[in-house]
């Protein structure tokens, strides 16, 4: 990550993948660990300046936040990211079990849609597949959440006369046992 922290080397370990924010893999091949507990976006990778950075074809931001859901859904139990800035994504957010993202406020934390994209913001893991399925809890993400976060999908230029994101969604949740809050 780019937020840099403490790390510890653990020479026992030769197996853990880098993950980009809690694991990283060194040259040599050491797996240096993270020891600090509490976990923000820029710890992987994330600038949140509200800057289109691109890394590759992928905002830099969008590469951030999932590193760290995927980071907790693999976790196995809840993980909670703090994000406090303005943050510009240019792919959809595929927000999975056990991750929690959790803004300062509604009014200081925003994650928005990138000038021309036009895909959806966020949506569950499997969403796709799962909002066809009646009457089943079968392979529900769960234990989830999005406290104090704004969304803005850019549909309108800030002078409200063009049209700059024309399709695409916002929010698309599909789970069991998440949370949606915002002050």
């Known amino acids: 990550g780019l937020a840099g922290g403490v790390?510890?080397?653990?020479?026992?370990?030769?197996?853990?993948?880098?993950?980009?924010?809690?694991?990283?893999?060194?040259?040599?091949?050491?797996?240096?660990?993270?020891?600090?507990k509490k976990l923000n976006a820029e710890m992987f990778g994330a600038i949140g300046d509200g800057k289109?950075?691109?890394?590759?074809?992928?905002?830099v931001d969008t590469i951030a936040?999932?590193?760290?859901?995927?980071?907790?859904?693999?976790?196995?139990?809840?993980?909670?990211?703090?994000?406090?800035?303005?943050?510009?994504?240019?792919d959809?957010?595929?927000?999975?079990s056990h991750a929690y993202l959790v803004g300062t406020s509604s009014w200081t934390t925003r994650i928005d849609k990138a000038t021309g994209?036009?895909?959806?913001?966020?949506?569950?893991?499997?969403?796709?597949?799962?909002?066809?399925?009646?009457?089943?809890?079968?392979?529900?993400?769960f234990d989830f959440g999005i406290v104090n976060i704004k969304f803005d999908g850019n549909y309108i230029s800030s002078d409200n006369t063009t049209y700059i994101n024309t399709s695409g969604g916002g929010l698309k949740i599909i789970g069991t046992q998440f949370e949606l809050i915002t002050t």
Do not use: M
């Open 7 to 36: 790390f510890v080397a653990d020479v026992s370990d030769n197996s853990s993948v880098d993950d980009g924010g809690t694991v990283i893999v060194s040259v040599d091949q050491i797996r240096w660990k993270r020891s600090d």
């Open 65 to 90: 936040i999932q590193r760290f859901i995927d980071y907790a859904n693999n976790s196995g139990s809840s993980k909670t990211c703090n994000l406090q800035g303005y943050y510009i994504i240019n």
């Open 117 to 141: 994209f036009n895909g959806d913001a966020l949506k569950t893991e499997r969403f796709d597949v799962l909002k066809n399925l009646n009457n089943t809890l079968a392979d529900l993400p």
């Open 92 to 96: 959809t957010i595929i927000l999975k």
């Open 52 to 59: 289109l950075h691109l890394e590759g074809d992928k905002s």
